[in-house]
Every structure is written in C-alpha cells, then in structure tokens.
C-alpha cells in the first residue's frame, strides 16, 4: 500500500501563496504519475495538476495555469504544489494522489492512491 500525507494548507488573503507538501510513504517509486485535485463544499472533485513520473511533463488545470506550479523530488518521495496569486475561488480541501499504471491524467478515477487532503481557505 502507498500512504500519502498533505501539508501545508491553511489561511491566506487573496493574492498571498503557498506551498502544499505530498509526502509518499510504504510501497513508493519513481515511477508514480502524482496529480493534485481539489474539492469545494457541494462541489465534485476537480483536477488541478499533474506531473509525470519523471517530472518532465506537466498538465494544468485552465483555472490555474500561470498562477500554480507542480514539482516533484523523487528523492524525497514528495510533490510539491507552490500557489501564487491565490483567489478565493481556490478555497477548498486539496487532495493529492498518485497512479502507478498510467500516463499523465486528469480523470480522478484514475488513480489508486489519495491522501486525506489539506484545507485551503483564500480569504478575499
């Protein structure tokens, strides 16, 4: 089994940043695509981001293309997501999650591993 821990959410004012930690435990690799979602009350589960097993490749979510950046330390068994210009539309629980059998995606069904997510609350 892979556990995944969520950090560093919290409370900032509109235009304010911060920086959400995955931190990958038990069965982990490399090899692992590892994708960001986000879910607001009442709302689905929405893809934000995702990174390729290898970090070369990324895929954003048009609501937050230029404003968040994915990253990964294979090292470290992390993802990173660092948000800037935050707005409070990206209030929500963010999730991380991670897939060990297919390529880069947006779908949420297809992955197998999820965090028990990290509150963010962008204050306007």
């Known amino acids: 089994q892979v556990q995944l821990v969520e950090s560093g959410g919290g409370l900032v004012q509109a235009g304010g940043s911060l920086r959400l930690s995955c931190a990958a435990s038990?069965?982990?690799?490399?090899?692992?695509?590892m994708g960001w979602f986000r879910q607001a009350p009442g709302k689905q589960r929405d893809f934000v981001a995702v990174i390729s097993s290898s970090g070369a490749s990324t895929v954003y979510a048009n609501s937050v293309k230029d404003r968040f950046t994915i990253a990964r330390d294979n090292a470290k068994n992390t993802v990173y997501l660092q948000m800037n210009s935050l707005k409070p539309e990206d209030t929500a629980v963010y999730y991380c999650?991670?897939?060990?059998?297919?390529?880069?995606?947006?779908?949420?069904?297809?992955?197998?591993?999820w965090g028990q997510g990290t509150q963010v609350t962008v204050a306007s």
């Open positions: 999650a991670a897939d060990g059998t297919v390529a880069t995606s947006i779908i949420a069904t297809n992955y197998d591993y």
């Open positions: 038990g069965r982990t690799s490399s090899r692992y695509v």
